[in-house]
């Protein structure tokens, strides 16, 4: 029995949902646990969840044929992850969605949803909205990523995950950041020298 | 009257699509031309239509806060453009959407967006399959981009984009990659001399 506040409201909240549909639709989903650096999907494997996230925090990335780890994206509370190529085209994930914290996961299986995709008019405008609105956010952080020096993109990162360096190891800020750990601490030091008022910076 | 095989094949694969919604949708479209270098969308004005390019190359891009010009994506024949938070949302757009060659649109407007948003489910099914796919290959770029040499870059954009060197010039090829001209220059002459078979460069 699912008792998210946040999940529910947002299930509640598609539009021209029924409550018949909502109890079932609800009862589709599970919790499940990770560990902290517990993998929910790993390169090589078909993604075969698609989940909310409950508690805890996660980075998906590739590793590349250069051999970088590339972090695409953190998830925390109240984010959806998932391998969508992976999960919707039954295709091997090229990615990996990794626990950076002990995590809670409320999950929907493929079967389960294909079977909502079909049936309700409601859970599919739901997931189209969701996809939308993560579309226009990814194309927007393609035109800054671009352009932008390691220092503004470090900037832009904190206001857009503020509790990022209180949760996320600095190494895989800096893969994020498409930058070495040793640049990214020279960002740090040189916006601490100019007098910016940083966040607490907690090593780990 | 729609002719552009391509568009009709496309408008004609909306799954469950019937034949007398196929020929009121097809009938909300109307061709546009640009000249080479004309905006259909500027920065600040609100993105009315959404288009489909039946002939001709477009570059989305934004002006960011530090001056620079970034490239978010081109724009070939059988891709769609629009700002889609714009759009969607009636948002004054921060982006630009520019013509590379003399080009030719199949648009349609707001208004008529939403009437087959709202009322044919094949509309609504098309547009969310194409959002997802392009949220799908946003997501696969950004793993690249973040880890990757200019040099792979630049390797990568030759694949994903075989007409490039042809059509676009090269300062906007530059401000794709996120590198200066110069830089571009330098890419060229290194993988020419180690005797890669590169495209034949036309510079504009």
Request: with cysteine; net charge neutral.
């Amino acid at each position: 029995m699912i008792q998210s506040e946040t999940f529910l409201n947002f299930i509640h909240s598609a539009p021209g949902i029924t409550p018949q549909e909502e109890v079932q639709i609800l009862d589709s989903f599970k919790y499940i646990t990770l560990n902290n650096k517990e993998f929910f999907l790993r390169e090589g494997q078909i993604c075969k969840q698609i989940a909310y996230v409950n508690k805890g925090c996660f980075s998906y990335f590739q590793l590349l044929a250069n051999g970088k780890k590339s972090i695409i994206h953190f998830a925390f509370e109240d984010w959806w992850i998932s391998d969508l190529e992976s999960f919707l085209n039954r295709k091997v994930a090229a990615t990996f969605l990794q626990a950076l914290e002990p995590s809670e996961l409320i999950c929907i299986g493929r079967d389960e949803f294909e079977k909502w995709m079909t049936n309700s008019e409601a859970f599919r405008s739901c997931f189209a909205l969701k996809t939308q609105r993560a579309y226009i956010k990814a194309l927007e952080r393609t035109g800054k990523d671009k352009s932008e020096s390691a220092e503004e993109k470090y900037l832009r990162m904190l206001k857009e995950y503020p509790q990022i360096i209180q949760r996320v190891p600095n190494y895989d800020i800096a893969a994020y950041l498409g930058i070495t750990p040793e640049s990214l601490s020279r960002i740090r030091r040189k916006l601490a020298g100019d007098g910016n008022i940083l966040p607490n910076v907690n090593i780990r």
